[in-house]
């Protein structure tokens, strides 16, 4: 069995680190340099960089925050939010990033993830999904932190954009996203079963039973916590140990 990667989520304003529910009402929570070290040294399999206002001013402000963590944290780095083009892309990579996110861009400009794979391989070109359920099985995708809609089918635009050479696919439930009720596993098995590439599932976890649900259930390929350990409600070792207890298979540290 493979196994599922456990990551934790930096949503980025500025130079801090953030937290909101449903993608508003956002928190300062502290500086991401000092979290990223503590989600590094609590076996964080991967860590994800949001700039989560980078695409209402049309600018990407992370290289700097990418390239102090590169020198302290050694597990993949997932950075988004504000790439419009490949010379942001190959900024972020020169800075530390090992993949690269889009979401609005994307959107916008769907050619943008064919020239992203073609120039640095598909394994870098992460598909950010942020969607809201409109309807019993339907989701839609939204842009610019979860602010704008997009009139796309979150499910439709998932397959539309695995064929352009998406390798990985980050879906976040806004609905979900800092309620601590649980990922939305309905969303996250819709696009799993539609596509070929790893699945990462973003958005609600609050306990363990919520992971192992999305997992088995959702056929997600890894999990992003954020709220639970940014606000010290558990760490990702207890997450793990609790996980690896109720037969979810994941990295032994």
Request: proline content about 2%; hydrophobic content about 40%; overall charge neutral.
């Amino acid at each position: 069995m493979k196994n599922v990667r456990l990551m934790a989520r930096l949503d980025i304003k500025g130079p801090n680190l953030i937290k909101g529910v449903h993608l508003e009402g956002l928190r300062v929570i502290g500086d991401p340099q000092d979290y990223a070290r503590r989600y590094y040294e609590q076996g964080a399999d991967e860590l994800i960089y949001i700039d989560v206002v980078a695409s209402l001013y049309g600018r990407n402000k992370l290289t700097d925050i990418v390239s102090r963590a590169a020198r302290d944290v050694f597990v993949p780095m997932t950075v988004g939010g504000g790439i419009r083009n490949v010379e942001d892309v190959t900024d972020l990579l020169r800075n530390g990033a090992d993949k690269i996110a889009i979401n609005t861009g994307a959107v916008q400009r769907p050619e943008l993830i064919s020239d992203v794979a073609r120039r640095f391989g598909s394994q870098c070109m992460v598909l950010s999904i942020e969607a809201k359920q409109t309807g019993p099985g339907r989701w839609e995708v939204y842009t610019d932190g979860g602010r704008e809609k997009s009139g796309l089918d979150a499910v439709e635009w998932a397959k539309r954009a695995a064929g352009l050479g998406v390798g990985e696919m980050l879906v976040t439930s806004i609905d979900r996203e800092g309620t601590r009720k649980g990922f939305d596993v309905a969303l996250t098995a819709a696009i799993s079963r539609a596509v070929d590439v790893p699945v990462i599932a973003s958005g609600g976890y609050g306990e363990i039973r919520h992971l192992v649900d999305v997992v088995n259930e959702g056929g997600a390929d890894a999990v992003a916590i954020a709220d639970a350990v940014h606000y010290n409600r558990t760490t990702l070792t207890d997450i793990r140990s609790a996980a690896r207890a109720a037969g979810i298979s994941l990295r032994q540290l």
